[in-house]
């Protein structure tokens, strides 16, 4: 963050560039996921239905890119589970830290690097690459943050960096 | 299912070209379909009540994991299966619901080759109902520069996306 707002309080000005909520997946990567999220789309593409076409184009199978958030979705209910599932972390922790009631995603930019294939085990991170000062929008009066998401296979091979832009906010009274 | 026989080239693609348009009728099964397979569980997605009483919308609404796919399919539906996604960027604007016509429609933005010879092709694409633009993305996705070539080969230094 080159020009750092005069209001961001200290301690989330320290988050800044520093990694932190690194998770794995809950489940390998698997083909019933992959043909449930192309079957939605209606996605014909061979190489996601034809071993064949994806031996010779992909050097095997593979997700789709845009499959990636979707290995760490929380399920609805587990076991073991002591707290509200929560994908993105950081982005509630920064709405709650700013007492933000609301808050919106409004801009979202994956960059992908390895595919992504079945019985692949993904871990991310999350890091915070900035906060804005506080501003007022059609929404609300808040501020935007940007959080980058690294994704990573068994091997520590990157497999992709989602940019999040977000607006946490507080309605105007009407 | 495609055949795979369609291999789009980066030489057969210019800048300002336009994409043939994807046409879809979105109902609830598709809005559902969507967010289960991306395992989307919030309510806004499968359940009217909420969308309508709690964000105050008519309807649920296809969420932004389900929009990317349907902007992955409608890339390689034009390019084949050795074209590779190198990068996606979206901006919602205003929710796809059942009962829309949804309408992909793309352009060729720019054409260019890398330092690692690379062809990349950078498109503009939007989905729309009506006149009513729904979402805006960007693509940046690699194409073979000639039948030989297969971006899927390339790792390390020589996939720049």
Same mark, same amino acid.
């Given at each position: 963050?080159?020009?750092?707002? $005069? %209001?961001v309080?200290?301690d989330?000005l ?7 909520h690194?998770?794995?997946?809950g &489940?390998p !990567? ?5 043909? $449930?999220?192309v079957?939605?789309a ?8 034809d071993d064949a ?6 050097g095997g199978?593979?997700a789709?890119a ?8 929380? &399920?609805?209910? #587990? ?5 509200d599932?929560?994908p993105?972390?950081l982005h ?5 830290r700013f007492?933000?009631p609301? $808050?919106?995603?409004?801009d979202?930019?994956?960059t ?17 690459v900035s906060?804005?000062?506080e501003?007022?929008?059609?929404l609300?009066?808040g ?10 296979n068994?091997?520590?091979d990157? /497999?992709a960096v989602? *940019?999040?832009?977000?607006? @946490? ?6 | 299912m495609?055949d ?6 980066? #030489?057969a693609v ?8 994807l046409?879809h009728?979105?109902t609830?099964?598709?809005v559902?379909?969507?967010?289960a397979? =991306?395992?989307v569980? *919030?309510?806004?997605?499968h359940?009217?009540?909420? =969308? /309508?009483h709690?964000?105050?919308?008519r309807?649920i609404?296809l %969420?932004t994991q389900?929009q ?5 399919r409608? &890339?390689?539906d034009w390019?084949?299966?050795t074209?590779?996604?190198?990068r996606?960027?979206?901006r919602?604007r205003?929710? /796809?619901?059942p @009962? %829309?016509?949804?309408a992909i429609?793309?352009?060729?933005r ?6 690692? @010879?690379? @062809?990349w092709?950078? &498109? ?7 006149t009513? !633009?729904?979402?805006? #993305?960007h693509?940046k996705? #690699?194409?073979?520069?000639? =039948?030989?070539?297969n ?6 230094? *020589?996939?720049?996306p």
């Amino acid at each position: 963050m080159t020009d750092v707002p $005069a %209001d961001v309080p200290t301690d989330v000005l320290e988050r800044v560039g520093v990694a932190c909520h690194r998770e794995q997946s809950g &489940l390998p !990567v698997e083909r019933g996921a992959i043909a $449930a999220f192309v079957s939605a789309a209606r996605n014909g593409n061979p190489v996601f239905w034809d071993d064949a076409i994806a031996d010779e184009i992909t050097g095997g199978a593979v997700a789709p890119a845009t499959m990636l958030s979707v290995w760490f979705q929380p &399920l609805p209910w #587990a076991p073991d589970r002591t707290e509200d599932a929560v994908p993105l972390r950081l982005h509630f922790e920064l709405k709650e830290r700013f007492g933000y009631p609301e $808050a919106i995603m409004s801009d979202n930019v994956a960059t992908y690097y390895e595919p992504v294939r079945p019985g692949d085990v993904l871990t991310s991170e999350q890091r915070l690459v900035s906060v804005s000062e506080e501003k007022t929008t059609r929404l609300g009066t808040g501020r935007f943050w940007v959080i980058d998401v690294e994704y990573r296979n068994q091997r520590d091979d990157l /497999v992709a960096v989602e *940019r999040w832009t977000a607006f @946490g906010y507080e309605a105007d009274a009407a | 299912m495609t055949d795979g026989a369609h291999r789009l080239t980066l #030489a057969a693609v210019t800048p300002g070209q336009m994409l043939p348009e994807l046409v879809h009728d979105v109902t609830t099964t598709t809005v559902v379909q969507g967010s289960a397979a =991306a395992r989307v569980w *919030r309510p806004m997605h499968h359940d009217k009540d909420y =969308a /309508v009483h709690r964000q105050g919308v008519r309807d649920i609404f296809l %969420d932004t994991q389900t929009q990317c796919a349907w902007l992955e399919r409608y &890339l390689t539906d034009w390019a084949g299966p050795t074209a590779r996604l190198g990068r996606l960027g979206t901006r919602m604007r205003t929710p /796809v619901f059942p @009962g %829309d016509r949804m309408a992909i429609d793309g352009s060729v933005r720019d054409v260019e080759t890398d330092d690692s @010879g690379c @062809g990349w092709v950078v &498109l503009d694409l939007t989905i729309r109902v009506g006149t009513t !633009v729904c979402t805006e #993305a960007h693509a940046k996705m #690699a194409l073979p520069v000639d =039948a030989s070539d297969n971006p899927w080969t390339r790792h390390g230094d *020589r996939w720049q996306p």
